[in-house]
């Protein structure tokens, strides 16, 4: 069975920066993947996605801060996050849809189809 698996979350000051990565074990294509975060007690936010074929989109939030990139379908995942703020403290997730479907790629495939990490902390201090 495949697993996702995140890391590279931790603390960083207002400003800051951090890099997420994504993996799945063992190595697998992915069709549609995406980072998700969630703050206790509040929905979870969909807040980048990238197809295979390298179509990109963002939430507003996180535009020109934050950019999602992977060298092919199958390598690991990174989520660079550049002048972070406290309200981008959450637990973020990886997911990944490792079925080719006509679906577009971003929060709906992904909430409805793929397979989730486990999530890894990211803390903001002002």
């Known amino acids: 069975q495949v697993q996702v698996m995140e890391s590279g979350g931790g603390s960083a000051q207002a400003g800051g920066s951090l890099r997420l990565s994504c993996a799945t074990v063992?190595?697998?294509?992915?069709?549609?993947t995406g980072w998700f975060r969630q703050v206790s007690g509040k929905e979870r936010e969909g807040i980048a996605f990238?197809?295979?074929?390298?179509?990109?989109t963002y939430v507003d939030s996180v535009k020109g801060r934050f950019t999602i990139s992977q060298d092919d379908a199958s390598s690991p995942l990174f989520l660079q996050m550049n002048d972070l703020k406290p309200e981008d403290t959450a637990k973020y997730y990886c997911a990944a849809d490792l079925t080719p479907r006509a679906a577009d790629c971003g929060w709906a495939r992904l909430d409805r189809h793929a397979t989730w990490g486990q999530g890894t902390e990211v803390t903001v201090s002002s």
């Open positions: 990238i197809a295979r074929n390298r179509r990109i």
């Open positions: 063992p190595e697998t294509q992915r069709y549609c």
